[in-house]
DNA sequence: TATGAATGAGGTTTCATTCAT
DNA sequence: AATGAATGAAACCTCATTCAT
């Protein structure tokens, strides 16, 4: 990794054909990274699982980099995509109850691929300059205000709701990332799911409700 | 990195003079981790900036790996002594007072150097099959079993022991890693470490105790 | 480059669209040969700057070294237009002044576009199994046979005119060429043609005259 | 060549394998460019003629550029050596004779190895960027500088005697060098050194000198 | 006729590792 | 024990050219 080059695949694929194309790539991208990691990823083996001449591949990601950004991008978008079905389907229900779906949404999507989300974990470190992080953030961050901000009540000395969502943004996300792999056994998707959200209603400040 | 080969240094240095070869080998390859990320650290820079010829590195290190393993078990050793000497410090504290004093440690080691603290944070991925992992977070784990064992009084129902020390150990975690670079400015390290404390009592059920 | 290829265009272009078509590449090819030199230059840059898709240009040229072999006769073509155009106004003159005119159209002509002058200059060894030199030279010996034939009278044991023709083709072509790229700052075109201009008067033992 | 990198080698062989080595790939470099000019001339083709290591050879030219320019250096300054062996044998003479031992001098060089000097003459302009040019141009400026200043006494209104250098040494670089592949078959060494010292004193004014 | 997506051979360069000195 | 020259597999990336649409 020389120079940060280019931050955007060169050409943005019109036809359908390059459409299909480039979401094979992506797709390859994701096999191998799973199974060499970002260091030993190499681009010509991307290609061949793909079925693609890496001619082709480099029409539309200008280096290995590249490669990683998409799919960090295709499963950013997938994970929106897959939290906010979940959220519209229950609008109203008590704060503990919604926290715990959320908290349940989150490991579900993970549990579509756990190493697929492992290893994109591990490789933003090492893309983070081509990558536009800092709006992956914002939108999480946006979710989680839109679902804090009508249950907290803060007192007299509590911490404003950015630092709220500070806090309980990066707490639950290393509960649902690394830390998921080593969980201790006695630890269910869902047992997990109902130990998190009680750990944020006491401390937010709220009811605990009882499950269903 | 073609396939696991040693785990462990060739030689273990015995003289005074191998001693500091290797602590200036270590010490390299912090600088260069720092400068350039593990994919972009080429054994030679190593080599030079430790002042040291690429073949005396190589009887020492094996490999490329084994570099960063050094340097991760170098840096957990410091870690521990410098957390542990702060707990020896107060004996006897309020929980809160103990929990507070517990997180500041872990500011104040990340703060000694938070660029190096963040490499290696990344690095573990990409090293994990060489680096005994288990170790590590078994050792920091027993550190918290220390410290919360008298502390927690679980009541029925409640998560075991071991399940909280999963909770809290991996939430702290991630507020004192990853996304430490990226808190709100109104955060000051000792803010950041009193709330954080606040999660932890009302979490586990103890009174809050004000700043002395 | 892997073998000598095709020697001319595969069409000859005939309609009105297809001259503009071949006009644009061929300029898109001065252009890009200033810019990158021919090592660099690359044919699908050669289309995006002619505003040609590249399959276009392919149909008009069998590979890279035609675009080049191309705008060297366009170039070759102007210099020979040019320079016709120059003698023809002076038809009677003094010896001495009819070289010294001579030496000056070629400077002006050069002096229209250095840059690519010195570009073609450069590229002539790579591409020449491509191009007919042969004749491009014969070209410019038969003007100055033109030139030279009712100036000269050999004298006993002198060289032949074709003799001649070398001497002062040659030594004039690398005059006008690359050495005037470095001329001393005291030599203006002008002042650089009278010499020239005496040089050969001398050498062909002929009168000087004084500039009117 | 996309953009500037080192000027000069990497390392600069110290021990007496390293230097062969250098030798070697230099000499290849020679037979290389010439069998397949500088736009196909490949280092790993290079490396193999020398019978090196690929890596051996970038350890000490940092690019392919760097091979050639090497190569450039070790001709120049075989030729200065050439000429001034040729010079220093004979001090006293008359200009003529003067003048045309050194054109003689400069043929003989240019005869040892025709195919390389073409090449390399070609090859100035591709890697004239890489190359301190200037100071090559200056080395024999300041030996035609020794040869003139004793012969020239300009009259009034005549050239300064940088001009002459000028003029003098283009046009003698265009006749012993390009031109020389296309002379007139009349032409023999001999014949050509003596013609081209006619040119020059007759421009300088000298008497001729008939030949001994 | 025009397009530009697709190809893949071919090229440059890096760098972990060995081993003669 | 120390050195650093040598190795060469392996990686990245380009670009001339073709051909389906």
Chains 1, 2, 3, 4 share one sequence.
Do not use: C
């Amino acid at each position: 990794m020389p120079l940060p080059k280019h931050l955007k695949p060169r050409k943005v694929p019109k036809q359908q054909r390059s459409r299909a194309l480039v979401d094979a790539i992506v797709e390859a991208t994701a096999r191998v990274l799973v199974a060499r990691g970002f260091e030993s990823l190499n681009v010509a083996e991307v290609a061949e699982v793909a079925g693609v001449s890496i001619g082709s591949l480099y029409q539309y990601f200008p280096h290995k980099e590249a490669l990683v950004v998409a799919l960090l991008e295709r499963h950013a978008d997938r994970e929106s995509a897959f939290l906010e079905a979940r959220f519209t389907e229950l609008r109203a229900a008590t704060p503990a109850a919604l926290l715990r779906t959320a908290v349940s949404a989150v490991l579900a999507f993970r549990a579509l691929d756990p190493e697929l989300h492992q290893a994109l974990t591990s490789v933003i470190p090492i893309v983070g300059r081509f990558d536009d992080l800092r709006n992956r953030g914002a939108r999480t961050a946006a979710h989680l205000r839109t679902l804090l901000e009508p249950l907290y009540r803060p007192k007299e000395g509590a911490p404003s709701l950015d630092e709220l969502i500070f806090i309980v943004g990066n707490a639950t996300h290393s509960l649902t990332h690394e830390g998921l792999l080593r969980r201790p056994e006695s630890f269910s998707d869902q047992r997990l799911a109902e130990e998190i959200s009680r750990l944020w209603t006491s401390y937010l400040g709220l009811e605990a409700t009882p499950l269903e």
